[in-house]
């Protein structure tokens, strides 16, 4: 059995609404120009916890926990495609009433951003991707091999519900100082997991991903000229940092900033540090976003 959602942060509130015939849950603080974050594979709203709070002084900020994952519904039947995903996102911004947002994916949430914005370029603003799922990582490609074959898509997810320190260890690895880590995060992280249909849904998705990786390379064109800001941490083993380079030529107006010392979550190493770089680049006026600028934090 699963637990309770762990107690939205200060400020915030916990919501619910339904769209494309789902229950979706998420986090919503602030007011001001719209901005949405988008978790990673097995993340939720949880994930942004430590930013939210800073984050809605200067927007209305929604978190949802994306359909499959966290503490939304998730229909056995769900479409894994990374295009669904990126449809799901847009029919929850219609239920929300967004019209147009500044919108931030994280890791899979990142590739989802992607899609959404060349599914519906008019309602994105800017985009900022942090270490963002993409077809020029060169990591991890020995797991999505594995969990490709029909045994291990199978025997992953009971076996994970009850591999606690399994889950603990694959964490650990997406922080550049693990002691960073508590047992509260842990807990927070494992609780939804528990919850069948969650893993097997994660799995569907990373059997899919080389063709979902094909796919967002086609629709790049489609986005080029959304201003954008990548942000990567220097110690990330799930994302490759170099291939933020090859991500970056397919945008005109882009950014690159690199948070030496994190890993594949920096706004859950360093949130004051990761507000301070995403708040600036919302801030600036769209003709001072420099084409292919570097900024090294």
Request: overall charge positive.
């Amino acid at each position: 059995m699963y637990g309770e959602p762990p107690s939205a942060p200060s400020g915030c509130s916990e919501e619910w609404l339904r769209a494309n015939g789902l229950r979706i849950r998420f986090w919503h603080a602030g007011s001001g120009p719209a901005l949405v974050l988008v978790h990673g594979l097995l993340g939720y709203s949880f994930s942004w916890r430590d930013v939210i709070p800073a984050l809605a002084q200067n927007a209305e900020v929604f978190s949802p926990d994306m359909p499959g994952a966290g503490f939304s519904e998730c229909d056995p039947g769900l479409d894994c495609h990374l295009s669904s995903a990126g449809s799901r996102l847009l029919g929850f911004m219609d239920a929300a009433g967004i019209t147009r947002c500044d919108l931030v994916g994280s890791s899979y949430g990142g590739a989802t951003a992607m899609m959404f914005a060349g599914l519906a370029p008019a309602r994105v603003r800017r985009l900022v991707l942090v270490s963002p799922a993409n077809p020029w990582s060169r990591f991890g490609r020995f797991r999505l091999a594995l969990f490709q074959t029909p045994v291990a898509a199978k025997l992953f997810p009971p076996l994970a519900r009850q591999l606690r320190r399994g889950h603990d260890f694959f964490l650990r690895r997406l922080y550049g100082d693990p002691s960073l880590l508590t047992r509260e995060v842990f807990d927070a992280y494992s609780s939804p997991m528990r919850k069948k249909g969650i893993l097997e849904h994660a799995v569907k998705i990373v059997r899919n991903w080389n063709g979902d990786m094909q796919e967002l390379t086609e629709i790049m064109p489609r986005i080029a000229m959304i201003p954008t800001l990548l942000v990567w941490g220097s110690k990330d083993r799930a994302v490759d940092p170099a291939s933020a380079a090859m991500l970056s030529r397919n945008f005109k107006m882009v950014r690159t900033a690199v948070m030496q010392g994190a890993g594949h979550l920096p706004y859950e190493e360093r949130p004051e540090e990761f507000v301070s770089i995403v708040t600036d680049f919302l801030t600036k006026k769209l003709a001072q976003t420099s084409s292919n600028a570097r900024e090294v934090t």
